[in-house]
C-alpha cells in the first residue's frame, strides 16, 4: 500500500496520545502519540525492554495506563468499562506470540469460539466460517485436530485464524515470526499481508525481527525505552539520520549486555542491592 | 550490614516477612471474594450482558469433578466406613456394648466422615487441576486471549466449575454417606451376627434429616472453598512449568487446610445451645 494513499485517511483507526504508563514506580512509555490509519500494515519495533509490548497491551485494553489517550475505532480506550470493552473487543483479533490457543478444545473449535459467544449462528454457518478462515492461512482439514498436533508455525496460523474469524476492523499480532525458521517466516509474513488484502483490515504487527517488518511494513514505529524514535515508511526508517535508529538497525534490535545491576536498575528504577 | 551499635535486623525481617504474609493472605481473601460476587454476578446477569453461563462446560466440569471421583470416593468412603467400625468394636466391647457401634458409625460417617474426607479427595483432585489449569492458561496467555475476544474470564472459566463443584459435592457426599454405611454394615453385621436389616434399621431410625443434612451444608461450604483457592492459586502463577507445580501444591495444601479449618469451626457453631 502506498504511503500516500495511507496518509490520505484523516481518521486514523488507532489514535495514541500522550500515553504514560508506569509498572509500580517506573515509567515504561514516557508519552507516546502515535496514529495508525484504515488499512495499513503498521509494525512496531523495537529490542527487549524497548516497551513495545506494553504498548499493544495497552491497545488491546488490557493494561491501564497513567495517563494519556487511546481511541481504537474513534472510542475511547482508558475510560471504558469492562463491559464496552468486551463490546468493542469484538471488532478485533488478536494472535498472540504463542497462539494462546486453548488446549482443551480443537482448533475448529478455538476458531469458532468467537462465533459461538457473540454469534446467534447456527452451528452449520459457523463450521462453514471456521473452515474458510482456516482454509485462508491453509489449515483446511486441521480442524480435527489437538494445538498439541500441530508446528510452532501451525499454531501461529490458526491463532491468525481465530483473529480473523469475526472479519475484524483491526489486527493485532504479537512477534508473529518469534521462535520460527526463516522459511515459516517469510511464509506468516505473507500470510499477514495475504490477510490485510483479502479482508481490509488495518493490521498492527509488534515485532523486533527486522527482516520481517521490512517485508511487511506499510509504517514502521521504532520504540526506544519507552519513546518514539521514529515513525515512517520502510525507506524512511532506512534511510533516518537519526543514530539511535541506525543503531539499532544495525544491532537488529540484540539485547544490550548489561552487567546484573545494570539490569535490575533498569527493571526496578534502582539495583535492589544498594 | 548494622554495626555492633543497631538493632539486629533479623528479628525485623521476620517482622517484615510476617506482615508481608499477612497482607498477601488478606489480598487473596479479598481477591476471592470479588471472584465469588463477580461469579454470582454472572451466574444472575450474564444474559442481560449478552454472555450468558452455557450449559455444555457446566456438565463437563461435573463429569471430570463428580462422576470420574466416584470409584475413588467409593472406595475411601467404603474404607473408612468399615475402619470406623472396626475401631467402634474394639472400643465398645470393653464396655460389653459392641451393639452401639451403628450408633458411631451412622453419626460419624453422615456428620463428619463423609463430608470430610469427600472434601479433602475434591481439593486434591479437582481443586489442584482448577489451579494448574488457571496457572497454565495465564502462563499461555490464555487469559488474556480470552479478554480480547470479549470473553469473560470469570464466566467462562469460574462459573462453571463454581456451578459444578455446588451441584458435584454435596451429590458425592450422599454418595460416600450410601456407601460408608453399606461398607460398615456388611463387616458390623459379619462380626456382631446382626442382620442384615436389623441393621438398616437402627441406622434409619438413628438418623435424623438434620444429621444428613449437617453434612451437605459442610459440603456446600467446602464446594465454596475448594473452587476459590483453587482460582485463586492458579491466578496467582508466577514463571513457568515450576510456577505452575507450585500454585498446584499451594491449592491442595491450601484448600485441605481452609477445610479442615472450616469443618472444625462448623461443627463448633453447630453443636452449640
Aim: aromatic share 6%; hydrophobic share 50%; net charge negative.
Amino acid at each position: 500500500m502506498a504511503a500516500a494513499a495511507v496518509h490520505s485517511e484523516p481518521q486514523p483507526v488507532i489514535e495514541v496520545s500522550g500515553l504514560v504508563t508506569h509498572y509500580g514506580e517506573r515509567e515504561i512509555l514516557h508519552g507516546i502519540d502515535l496514529s495508525i490509519y484504515k488499512g495499513e500494515i503498521m509494525v512496531i519495533m523495537g529490542g527487549s525492554g524497548s516497551g513495545k509490548t506494553t504498548l499493544l497491551r495497552h491497545m488491546l485494553g488490557l493494561e491501564k495506563a497513567t495517563s494519556g489517550s487511546i481511541k481504537l475505532l474513534g472510542r475511547e480506550l482508558t475510560s471504558m468499562s469492562e463491559l464496552e470493552l468486551y463490546d468493542l473487543s469484538k471488532k478485533m483479533g488478536v494472535a498472540f506470540q504463542g497462539g494462546a490457543l486453548f488446549s482443551s478444545m480443537t482448533v475448529g473449535e478455538n476458531v469458532m469460539l468467537p462465533l459461538i459467544e457473540h454469534t446467534k449462528l447456527d452451528r452449520g454457518t459457523m463450521e462453514i466460517m471456521m473452515r474458510m478462515k482456516l482454509e485462508i492461512v491453509n489449515l483446511a482439514g486441521f480442524e480435527h485436530l489437538a494445538p498439541a498436533e500441530l508446528s510452532g508455525g501451525m499454531i501461529k496460523r490458526a491463532a491468525f485464524a481465530r483473529a480473523v474469524v469475526m472479519d475484524p476492523a483491526v489486527l493485532f499480532a504479537d512477534e508473529p515470526s518469534a521462535g520460527l525458521d526463516p522459511v515459516v517466516s517469510r511464509s506468516l509474513d505473507e500470510l499477514i499481508k495475504d490477510l490485510r488484502d483479502a479482508l481490509g483490515m488495518t493490521v498492527v504487527v509488534v515485532t523486533h525481527e527486522l527482516e520481517s517488518a521490512f517485508a511487511i511494513a506499510d509504517r514502521i514505529t521504532m520504540l526506544d525505552r519507552g519513546n518514539i524514535l521514529t515513525v515512517g515508511t520502510v525507506e524512511e526508517v532506512r534511510s533516518s539520520e537519526n543514530e539511535r535508529v541506525q543503531h539499532l538497525l544495525n544491532r537488529c534490535f540484540e539485547e544490550e549486555v548489561l552487567d546484573a545491576d545494570a539490569y535490575l536498575a533498569r527493571l526496578f528504577g534502582e539495583s535492589p542491592r544498594d | 550490614m548494622a554495626d555492633s551499635g543497631e538493632t539486629d535486623p533479623a528479628p525485623l525481617r521476620a517482622l517484615e516477612g510476617i506482615g508481608r504474609g499477612t497482607v498477601r493472605g488478606l489480598d487473596s481473601l479479598g481477591f476471592g471474594a470479588s471472584l465469588i460476587w463477580d461469579a454470582l454476578g454472572w451466574l444472575l446477569l450474564g444474559p442481560r450482558r449478552g454472555q450468558p453461563v452455557r450449559p455444555q462446560p457446566v456438565f463437563a466440569e461435573m463429569m471430570e469433578i463428580g462422576v470420574r471421583a466416584i470409584p475413588i470416593v467409593s472406595m475411601l468412603s467404603a474404607t473408612i466406613g468399615i475402619m470406623l467400625a472396626i475401631q467402634g468394636i474394639y472400643q465398645l466391647k470393653r464396655f460389653g456394648a459392641e451393639s452401639q457401634v451403628v450408633i458411631g458409625v451412622a453419626f460419624g460417617m453422615t456428620r463428619e466422615f463423609a463430608p470430610l474426607i469427600t472434601g479433602i479427595l475434591v481439593a486434591g483432585r479437582s481443586g489442584s487441576a482448577l489451579a494448574a489449569r488457571l496457572g497454565t492458561m495465564t502462563i499461555n496467555q490464555e487469559i488474556d486471549a480470552l479478554r480480547v475476544m470479549g470473553i469473560n474470564p470469570v464466566r467462562f472459566l469460574v462459573v462453571p466449575s463454581l456451578l459444578a463443584m455446588l451441584v458435584m459435592l454435596p451429590a458425592l457426599v450422599i454418595w460416600a454417606d450410601l456407601v460408608s454405611l453399606v461398607a460398615a454394615g456388611f463387616y458390623i453385621t459379619a462380626d456382631l451376627g446382626m442382620t442384615l436389616g436389623a441393621y438398616v434399621n437402627q441406622t434409619l431410625d438413628l438418623l435424623g434429616t438434620g444429621d444428613v443434612l449437617h453434612g451437605l451444608e459442610k459440603s456446600v461450604i467446602f464446594a465454596a472453598l475448594i473452587t476459590v483457592v483453587g482460582i485463586v492459586d492458579g491466578a496467582s502463577v508466577e514463571g513457568g512449568a515450576e510456577g505452575v507445580g507450585r500454585v498446584t501444591t499451594n491449592a491442595v495444601v491450601h484448600g485441605i487446610t481452609a477445610i479442615v479449618l472450616t469443618d472444625m469451626l462448623f461443627a463448633f457453631a453447630t453443636t452449640r445451645g
